[in-house]
């Protein structure tokens, strides 16, 4: 199984970046997917999810009306578009993967397949 997540980087402030998590190893069309992210020196947030078939989607708070979760599953790749971003959006962004459609949900015990993460750095 793997999860590789791309598309991470340096970006200005109210930039934009789309991230991606191409997957293999597992039938991916049938697991609900999420973005979770961990700040320097602070824990893991969850950011966002989506279900099996892409028509639900669920985001933070912190994220919501800027982030975008899109999936296709002919690709087995999941995207996050992020729009509008903030320093405070500066992390490692993992994808995951879990059977069971799961909001609000970081911790990495709780998913079945944990991607290696890519950075995005928000800073002028």
């Known amino acids: 199984v793997q999860l590789v997540e791309s598309g991470g980087g340096l970006v200005q402030p109210g930039g934009s970046l789309r991230l991606s998590c191409a997957t293999s190893?597992?039938?991916?069309?049938?697991?609900?997917m999420s973005w979770v992210r961990q700040a320097p020196g602070k824990g893991l947030e969850w950011v966002s999810s989506i279900n099996s078939g892409g028509g639900i989607t669920s985001y933070a708070d912190s994220v919501k009306g800027r982030f975008t979760f899109s999936r296709d599953n002919a690709k087995n790749t999941v995207y996050l578009q992020m729009n509008s971003l903030k320093p405070e959006d500066t992390a490692v962004y993992y994808c995951?993967?879990?059977?069971?459609?799961?909001?609000?949900?970081?911790?990495?015990?709780?998913?079945?397949?944990w991607g290696e993460g890519t950075l995005i750095t928000v800073s002028s």
């Open positions: 190893g597992f039938t991916f069309s049938s697991y609900a």
């Open positions: 995951a993967a879990v059977r069971t459609f799961k909001v609000a949900v970081a911790a990495e015990y709780e998913y079945d397949y």
